[in-house]
């Protein structure tokens, strides 16, 4: 299931406002909300792309959400109306997410932040952004992949058919700078819910099996899944 950045800022926009003091009661979304977190190298995308058309939900993956961004911010009128649907009290939430200087390009996450948030009541999987901190947590399956550093610089050395030492090192740097984010990013949102609800080593699972371990857990916690 894909659609434009343009259908999709429109599909957030008429999904209506983001009711925060709803999501946080416990009331049930229409679709799946599940949140991704990972390793690099440790099959995210793959098992996002298989776990969304399972759901029979968008995927939003970086460059996606890369492209929302733009849009909304290209158009002064959707921004608008989409600062109208997350409502003041997400606005409230943000000024302290964002309110201390270090965190690189402040604009573009406190755009990307409105968005993720807009986006919550149609459902989705989420990959990265350190969404799992953003949304609530009685809505949002969290999940978290990983993987050994041997495993994953593997995987990397042979999608980019780079030497295993040069795949390492890549693996390393990549997973410093996204614990570095997400360390940021709690440290701003004092709300923010710590933990996943489930983590899976993909030494041991293929994007395959990991997305049915995924579908099993959330219906043991309770969520929505195709049958």
């Known amino acids: ?12 926009l008429d999904a209506g406002r983001y009711d925060a003091d709803k999501a946080h009661s416990g009331a049930s979304l229409l679709k799946p909300l599940v949140t991704v977190s990972r390793y690099y190298g440790a099959a995210g995308s793959s098992t996002s792309g298989l776990l969304a058309e399972r759901l029979g939900v968008q995927l939003y993956d970086k460059e996606l959400l890369n492209a929302i961004v733009s849009q909304a911010r290209e158009d002064k009128q959707l921004l608008s109306r989409l600062d109208e649907r997350v409502g003041s009290l997400v606005d409230d939430i943000l000024h302290s997410f964002f309110s201390k200087k270090s965190i690189t390009s402040e604009a573009y ?5 409105k968005v993720i948030l807009g986006i919550a009541p149609m459902g989705g999987v989420i990959v990265g952004r350190a969404a799992h901190l953003l ?11 990983e993987g050994s550093l041997e495993t994953c610089a ?12 040069k ?3 890549l693996v390393q740097e990549s997973n410093k700078e996204r614990e570095k984010f997400e360390e940021q990013v709690a440290k701003r949102f004092p709300r923010a819910e710590q933990g996943f609800d489930l983590v899976i080593n993909t030494d041991r699972f293929t994007p395959e099996q990991s997305v049915e371990v995924i579908l099993v857990a959330m219906g043991q916690a309770g969520f929505r899944v195709p049958e």
Do not use: C, G, N
């Open 109 to 113: 996450f406190r755009y990307m932040a």
């Open 1 to 12: 299931m894909t659609h434009s950045p343009l259908q999709i800022v429109r599909s957030i």
């Open 167 to 169: 795949a390492e090192k």
């Open 154 to 165: 593997k995987r990397i050395a042979k999608q980019k058919d780079m030497k295993y030492d």
């Open 135 to 145: 949304l609530p947590r009685k809505e949002t399956f969290r999940v978290r992949l």
